[in-house]
Protein backbone atom coordinates (compact mmCIF):
# COMPACT_ATOMS: atom_id res chain seq x y z
CA UNK A 1 0.00 0.00 0.00
CA UNK A 2 0.84 3.78 -0.54
CA UNK A 3 1.62 6.00 2.42
CA UNK A 4 1.59 9.54 2.52
CA UNK A 5 3.05 11.83 4.66
CA UNK A 6 2.46 15.72 4.80
CA UNK A 7 4.95 18.29 6.30
CA UNK A 8 4.77 20.31 7.95
CA UNK A 9 1.99 19.17 10.42
CA UNK A 10 0.98 22.53 10.64
CA UNK A 11 2.49 26.51 10.14
CA UNK A 12 1.42 30.05 11.31
CA UNK A 13 1.80 32.39 8.29
CA UNK A 14 0.67 36.07 8.01
CA UNK A 15 -1.16 37.28 4.93
CA UNK A 16 0.57 38.21 1.88
CA UNK A 17 3.60 34.98 3.02
CA UNK A 18 4.78 32.49 0.58
CA UNK A 19 3.85 29.21 1.57
CA UNK A 20 4.73 25.33 1.05
CA UNK A 21 3.49 22.29 2.19
CA UNK A 22 4.95 19.01 1.01
CA UNK A 23 3.12 15.74 0.25
CA UNK A 24 5.60 12.56 -0.22
CA UNK A 25 4.89 9.36 -1.32
CA UNK A 26 6.32 5.72 -0.07
CA UNK A 27 6.72 4.55 -3.57
CA UNK A 28 6.08 6.00 -7.19
CA UNK A 29 2.56 7.31 -7.91
CA UNK A 30 3.30 9.13 -10.97
CA UNK A 31 0.98 12.43 -10.99
CA UNK A 32 -1.70 10.85 -9.18
CA UNK A 33 -2.06 13.47 -6.83
CA UNK A 34 -4.59 16.06 -5.32
CA UNK A 35 -4.36 18.69 -3.10
CA UNK A 36 -7.42 19.43 -0.99
CA UNK A 37 -8.62 22.31 1.60
CA UNK A 38 -10.80 22.07 4.61
CA UNK A 39 -12.42 24.57 6.43
CA UNK A 40 -14.03 23.56 9.74
CA UNK A 41 -16.89 22.16 10.10
CA UNK A 42 -17.15 21.89 5.94
CA UNK A 43 -16.23 19.03 3.13
CA UNK A 44 -12.86 19.44 1.29
CA UNK A 45 -12.67 21.54 -1.25
CA UNK A 46 -10.40 20.61 -4.51
CA UNK A 47 -7.59 22.75 -5.23
CA UNK A 48 -4.96 20.97 -7.60
CA UNK A 49 -5.70 17.37 -9.26
CA UNK A 50 -2.81 15.21 -11.80
CA UNK A 51 -0.17 17.21 -9.41
CA UNK A 52 -0.04 20.55 -10.69
CA UNK A 53 -3.72 21.12 -12.83
CA UNK A 54 -5.67 23.97 -11.41
CA UNK A 55 -8.63 23.37 -10.64
CA UNK A 56 -11.59 25.84 -12.27
CA UNK A 57 -12.36 28.74 -9.99
CA UNK A 58 -9.26 28.29 -7.81
CA UNK A 59 -7.08 31.45 -7.53
CA UNK A 60 -3.78 31.12 -9.55
CA UNK A 61 -1.90 31.86 -6.64
CA UNK A 62 -2.31 28.16 -5.67
CA UNK A 63 0.12 25.91 -7.65
CA UNK A 64 1.30 22.43 -7.47
CA UNK A 65 4.18 20.29 -8.40
CA UNK A 66 5.41 17.08 -8.20
CA UNK A 67 5.94 13.78 -9.72
CA UNK A 68 7.16 10.58 -8.49
CA UNK A 69 7.37 10.49 -5.12
CA UNK A 70 7.53 14.25 -4.31
CA UNK A 71 4.80 17.05 -4.37
CA UNK A 72 4.87 20.53 -3.67
CA UNK A 73 1.60 23.13 -2.67
CA UNK A 74 2.31 26.49 -3.00
CA UNK A 75 0.36 29.35 -1.92
CA UNK A 76 2.17 32.61 -3.65
CA UNK A 77 0.34 35.15 -1.30
CA UNK A 78 -1.78 33.86 1.50
CA UNK A 79 -4.99 35.43 1.82
CA UNK A 80 -6.64 35.74 5.10
CA UNK A 81 -9.35 33.05 3.42
CA UNK A 82 -6.33 30.33 2.75
CA UNK A 83 -6.53 29.37 6.68
CA UNK A 84 -7.38 26.36 6.72
CA UNK A 85 -5.81 22.33 6.48
CA UNK A 86 -4.33 21.38 3.53
CA UNK A 87 -4.92 17.50 2.33
CA UNK A 88 -2.58 15.65 -0.31
CA UNK A 89 -4.85 11.95 -1.84
CA UNK A 90 -2.67 9.68 -3.72
CA UNK A 91 -5.08 8.16 -6.01
CA UNK A 92 -2.61 5.78 -7.70
CA UNK A 93 -3.43 2.36 -6.68
CA UNK A 94 -6.31 1.15 -3.90
CA UNK A 95 -6.22 1.76 -1.11
CA UNK A 96 -6.04 5.22 -1.73
CA UNK A 97 -4.61 7.28 1.14
CA UNK A 98 -4.81 10.80 2.47
CA UNK A 99 -1.92 12.75 3.61
CA UNK A 100 -2.25 13.65 7.38
CA UNK A 101 -2.85 17.18 6.73
CA UNK A 102 -1.07 20.26 7.15
CA UNK A 103 -2.99 23.12 9.27
CA UNK A 104 -2.05 26.77 8.26
CA UNK A 105 -3.16 29.13 10.69
CA UNK A 106 -2.40 33.20 11.31
CA UNK A 107 0.92 34.18 13.40
CA UNK B 1 -25.12 22.37 -10.65
CA UNK B 2 -23.39 18.97 -9.38
CA UNK B 3 -25.01 17.73 -5.77
CA UNK B 4 -24.46 15.14 -3.54
CA UNK B 5 -26.49 14.87 -0.20
CA UNK B 6 -25.95 12.50 2.29
CA UNK B 7 -28.04 10.65 5.04
CA UNK B 8 -28.59 8.48 7.07
CA UNK B 9 -26.00 9.18 9.95
CA UNK B 10 -26.75 9.12 13.37
CA UNK B 11 -26.05 6.70 16.84
CA UNK B 12 -25.99 3.57 17.11
CA UNK B 13 -24.34 0.74 19.14
CA UNK B 14 -21.41 -0.65 18.97
CA UNK B 15 -22.16 -4.18 17.23
CA UNK B 16 -25.07 -2.20 15.35
CA UNK B 17 -25.52 -1.55 11.76
CA UNK B 18 -26.27 1.84 9.98
CA UNK B 19 -26.86 2.54 6.04
CA UNK B 20 -25.87 6.07 4.61
CA UNK B 21 -26.80 7.17 1.47
CA UNK B 22 -25.99 9.73 -0.94
CA UNK B 23 -28.34 11.25 -3.59
CA UNK B 24 -26.28 12.45 -6.57
CA UNK B 25 -28.22 15.59 -8.98
CA UNK B 26 -26.98 17.64 -11.78
CA UNK B 27 -25.07 15.07 -13.59
CA UNK B 28 -25.16 11.87 -15.39
CA UNK B 29 -25.18 9.43 -12.42
CA UNK B 30 -24.30 6.05 -14.34
CA UNK B 31 -21.45 7.18 -15.87
CA UNK B 32 -19.24 8.19 -12.92
CA UNK B 33 -16.89 5.91 -10.17
CA UNK B 34 -18.01 6.95 -6.69
CA UNK B 35 -16.61 6.99 -3.19
CA UNK B 36 -17.09 7.04 0.21
CA UNK B 37 -14.21 9.13 2.71
CA UNK B 38 -14.67 9.56 6.55
CA UNK B 39 -13.04 11.96 8.69
CA UNK B 40 -13.34 10.68 12.79
CA UNK B 41 -13.59 14.35 15.14
CA UNK B 42 -10.45 16.19 15.35
CA UNK B 43 -8.64 14.01 12.70
CA UNK B 44 -7.75 13.88 9.59
CA UNK B 45 -9.53 11.85 5.66
CA UNK B 46 -9.70 8.90 5.67
CA UNK B 47 -10.45 6.90 2.04
CA UNK B 48 -12.88 4.17 2.47
CA UNK B 49 -13.86 2.52 -0.93
CA UNK B 50 -14.47 2.98 -4.67
CA UNK B 51 -17.38 1.69 -6.97
CA UNK B 52 -17.42 2.11 -10.67
CA UNK B 53 -20.17 3.02 -13.18
CA UNK B 54 -21.78 -0.43 -13.08
CA UNK B 55 -20.73 -1.91 -9.45
CA UNK B 56 -18.45 -4.43 -11.35
CA UNK B 57 -15.14 -3.39 -9.61
CA UNK B 58 -15.14 -2.46 -5.64
CA UNK B 59 -12.18 -1.40 -3.56
CA UNK B 60 -11.76 -0.73 0.03
CA UNK B 61 -9.48 0.00 2.68
CA UNK B 62 -8.55 -2.95 4.62
CA UNK B 63 -10.03 -1.28 8.05
CA UNK B 64 -13.43 -1.26 6.90
CA UNK B 65 -12.53 -4.56 4.33
CA UNK B 66 -15.85 -6.99 5.27
CA UNK B 67 -17.82 -4.99 7.43
CA UNK B 68 -18.91 -2.07 5.21
CA UNK B 69 -20.20 -2.76 1.86
CA UNK B 70 -20.44 0.20 -1.05
CA UNK B 71 -23.36 -0.17 -3.70
CA UNK B 72 -25.23 1.92 -6.25
CA UNK B 73 -28.70 2.38 -7.73
CA UNK B 74 -28.15 3.86 -11.10
CA UNK B 75 -31.99 4.31 -11.64
CA UNK B 76 -32.51 6.01 -8.17
CA UNK B 77 -29.28 8.22 -8.76
CA UNK B 78 -27.67 6.92 -5.48
CA UNK B 79 -24.79 5.63 -3.39
CA UNK B 80 -25.29 3.54 -0.24
CA UNK B 81 -22.55 2.61 2.41
CA UNK B 82 -23.94 -0.64 4.72
CA UNK B 83 -21.63 -0.77 8.03
CA UNK B 84 -22.33 -3.58 10.00
CA UNK B 85 -20.48 -4.56 12.90
CA UNK B 86 -19.84 -0.89 14.23
CA UNK B 87 -17.01 0.15 16.52
CA UNK B 88 -16.32 3.14 18.43
CA UNK B 89 -13.70 3.99 16.27
CA UNK B 90 -16.17 4.12 13.29
CA UNK B 91 -17.30 7.54 14.83
CA UNK B 92 -16.94 10.10 12.21
CA UNK B 93 -18.41 12.54 9.61
CA UNK B 94 -19.14 10.35 6.16
CA UNK B 95 -18.74 11.58 2.84
CA UNK B 96 -19.92 10.72 -0.68
CA UNK B 97 -17.79 11.97 -3.44
CA UNK B 98 -17.66 12.10 -7.09
CA UNK B 99 -14.67 10.78 -9.30
CA UNK B 100 -13.73 11.35 -12.58
CA UNK B 101 -10.62 10.99 -14.64
CA UNK B 102 -8.43 13.31 -16.24
CA UNK B 103 -5.37 11.70 -16.69
CA UNK B 104 -5.37 10.86 -13.01
CA UNK B 105 -8.44 9.75 -10.66
CA UNK B 106 -9.59 13.28 -9.46
CA UNK B 107 -12.28 13.16 -6.48
CA UNK B 108 -13.85 16.44 -8.03
CA UNK B 109 -17.15 16.62 -5.69
CA UNK B 110 -18.17 15.81 -2.57
CA UNK B 111 -21.29 16.07 -0.03
CA UNK B 112 -21.77 17.74 2.74
CA UNK B 113 -21.20 14.91 5.13
CA UNK B 114 -23.40 12.73 7.62
CA UNK B 115 -22.59 12.33 11.27
CA UNK B 116 -22.13 8.63 12.73
CA UNK B 117 -21.42 8.33 16.15
CA UNK B 118 -20.88 4.83 17.74
CA UNK B 119 -21.64 4.83 21.38
CA UNK B 120 -23.24 2.65 24.47
Known amino acids: DVQMTQSPSSLSASAGDRVTITCRAS??????LNWYQQKPGKAPKLLIYAASSLQSGVPSRFSGSGSGTDFTLTISSLQPEDFATYYCLQSYSAPWAFGPGTKVDIK | EVQLVESGGGLVQPGGSLRLSCAAS????????LTWVRQAPGKGLEWLAN????????YYVDSVKGRFTISRDNAKNSLYLQMDTLRAEDTAVYFC?????????????WGQGTLVTVSP
Open chain 2, 97 to 109: GRLQFRSTWVLDY
Open chain 2, 51 to 58: IRQDGSEI
Open chain 2, 26 to 33: GFTFSSYW
Open chain 1, 27 to 32: QSISTY
